[in-house]
């Protein structure tokens, strides 16, 4: 029931109702504005026309002057054909169409003679937002060493809690600090438990691979400021500039540059270790080093992929 409902009646005179009436009209304004000035070959006007009701322009009977009186009449009622149609006190020519009444079999088949615009070419174009870890850089990434970080751990985890893992592995890492062995140790067991990878790795490995890391860098570099988890957003100087998000592991700043530190829980083979390296490790950390770099006014001095299950240390050539 639609109609003779005292109490909708009544709310229908209401200061709200009125209101809310006027906020729909002039969102219905706004909606016709956008589709009036975005179309850059053809707009299509179309309304439900029948015998009894004439044309159904809801909307468009909106556009009316301050006195009220229409601001556009379309030939809706017109047989098909080239007409025009009135916009204030201009006129425009317009095409008719009537696509009611026709069988399905023929509307089907139907096919216009001629097109009535030149259809654009089609363009492809990149996402607007570039993600490091899943799109290639130019250029040709390299190995340039592998270093012993330590010994190669035992990883128990099962294939569903190779993410997981890597995930603690990387929580541990930015949130560990040297200190008391014990309280190291519980946060290890909390970050594992949390991550439901309990019996995966040990929390001692945790710690052994976070010893090993600060141990190695801080002889190669030391002095250095470390950034642990950075994110990274960057507008990037191409056409279209593309918008880079991600998060850096781990960088090192120096007083004369800064190196790239990213942790990758792989513990496979030699041979799938060094593809990965090259194909899809390196061209990520490529792309921090270039917007580092330009945000930092310094250039990079190394890029590593850290592999902690295979206590390893990779230097990756990535410009």
């Not at 304004?29 to 322009?57: E, I, M, N």
Request: with cysteine; glycine share 8%; net charge positive.
């Amino acid at each position: 029931m639609s109609k003779g409902l005292a109490l909708a009646g009544a709310a229908a005179l209401t200061p709200e109702a009125e209101k809310a009436t006027l906020s729909d009209h002039r969102e219905r304004l706004r909606v016709l504005y956008v589709g009036f000035t975005r179309p850059r070959d053809l707009l299509v006007l179309a309304a439900k026309v029948s015998d009894r009701d004439g044309a159904a322009t809801k909307s468009l009977d909106l556009l009316r002057d301050a006195e009220g009186k229409a601001l556009l009449e379309a030939p809706f009622k017109e047989p098909s054909g080239k007409r025009s149609i009135t916009v204030g006190a201009s006129e425009w020519p317009c095409q008719v169409r009537e696509l009611s009444g026709m069988p399905p079999l023929a509307r089907a088949r139907a096919r216009p003679a001629t097109r009535w615009y030149a259809p654009a070419a089609r363009v492809e174009r990149l996402p607007e937002r570039l993600n490091p870890s899943a799109e290639p850089l130019a250029g040709k990434p390299r190995i340039v060493s592998v270093d012993r970080l330590g010994g190669a751990h035992l990883l128990e985890g099962t294939p569903e809690q190779a993410g997981p893992v890597g995930d603690a592995i990387h929580g541990f890492l930015a949130a560990d600090r040297p200190g008391d062995a014990a309280a190291r140790t519980a946060m290890a067991r909390r970050i594992l438990r949390g991550f439901r990878v309990e019996g995966a790795v040990a929390p001692e490995t945790l710690l052994a691979t976070s010893d090993a890391l600060r141990k190695w860098l801080g002889a190669r570099y030391p002095g250095a400021t470390w950034f642990r988890e950075w994110p990274v957003r960057a507008r990037l100087a191409e056409d279209p500039p593309r918008l880079l998000v991600g998060e850096v592991d781990l960088f090192l700043e120096l007083e004369d540059g800064f190196v790239l530190v990213d942790h990758k829980s792989f513990p496979g083979s030699e041979k799938e270790r060094d593809r990965r390296l090259v194909e899809e490790y390196a061209p990520q950390l490529g792309w921090y080093a270039k917007v580092l770099a330009q945000a930092l006014k310094k250039p990079m001095k190394a890029a590593f992929i850290h592999l902690p299950i295979r206590g390893e240390m990779a230097e990756v050539g990535v410009v």
